[in-house]
């Protein structure tokens, strides 16, 4: 996922995304808000995937991620061991 494509779901997720980008502080991603998260260099789809586990009630059409980048999210875990 790119940063742009990350905006446009916030965008469509949330009323005032900017607002919600630099003030909502998610414990999915580390204490961090979605503004700080990117600018402290995590991947753009890992946090989509932390507002996803923060606001369950987003819509369907907003929880799909690209193949790609589960494949992407799979060699994180391996690295780690927690595939």
Do not use: C, K
Request: charge should be negative; aromatic fraction near 6%.
């Amino acid at each position: 996922m790119r940063i742009t494509e990350l905006r446009s779901r916030n965008n469509e997720a949330f009323a005032d995304a900017d607002t919600y980008s630099r003030d909502t502080v998610y414990a999915e991603l580390g204490g961090l808000t979605v503004n700080e998260a990117l600018a402290a260099g995590q991947e753009p789809g890992d946090i989509w995937h932390g507002v996803l586990a923060h606001n369950p009630e987003l819509p369907a059409s907003l929880r799909f991620v690209r193949p790609e980048l589960e494949l992407h999210s799979r060699s994180i875990d391996r690295e780690s061991g927690d595939l």
